[in-house]
């Protein structure tokens, strides 16, 4: 995330990163997570909820303009059903990330793929695809055989 908002910040755009915390054991202070968030996210223009399930939830329920990026296990539900904990904290967290895209103006996809699947699911909202960056200063490329589906 620190590499993520450096090149932003290098260019005079003011950035705050804040961490809502393990919200799974925190439900039932959720309202009040809810009313803490409204009041830190008081005056900046753009609110960037960096994944979908409980946390891009919490963050629709805050007032401004909202922007929302989704990995994978925020979108797709987990098909198998063992070990159970994953299976529900699957479930959850797809369907947290569904009840919230009513409420984002913008939404940030890892893949055209997963993009035109939000587009069905939420039509007319607008959606990038854009993949996490990869600093080559520290990974270097290897000749390696890397197949992708999209």
Not at 42 to 53: L, N, R, V
Request: proline letters at 3%; hydrophobic letters at 40%.
């Amino acid at each position: 995330m620190k590499q993520m908002v450096e090149p932003l910040k290098a260019v005079g755009i003011e950035i705050n990163l804040y961490y809502i915390g393990r919200l799974r054991k925190e439900v039932l202070k959720l309202p009040r997570t809810i009313k803490k968030l409204n009041k830190i996210c008081e005056g900046y223009d753009i609110i960037h909820a960096q994944y979908g399930s409980m946390t891009g939830y919490l963050v629709s329920r805050v007032e401004g303009t909202k922007i929302i990026s989704l990995r994978e296990s925020d979108w797709y539900r987990i098909k198998q059903f063992f070990p159970l904990f994953d299976y529900v904290h699957g479930t959850a967290s797809t369907t947290f990330s569904k009840c919230a895209l009513k409420r984002y103006k913008h939404v940030i996809t890892m893949s055209n793929r997963m993009g035109e699947e939000v587009l069905q699911f939420k039509k007319g909202i607008s959606i990038d695809a854009l993949s996490d960056a990869i600093d080559l200063n520290k990974f270097k490329p290897l000749n390696y055989l890397l197949l992708v589906k999209n």
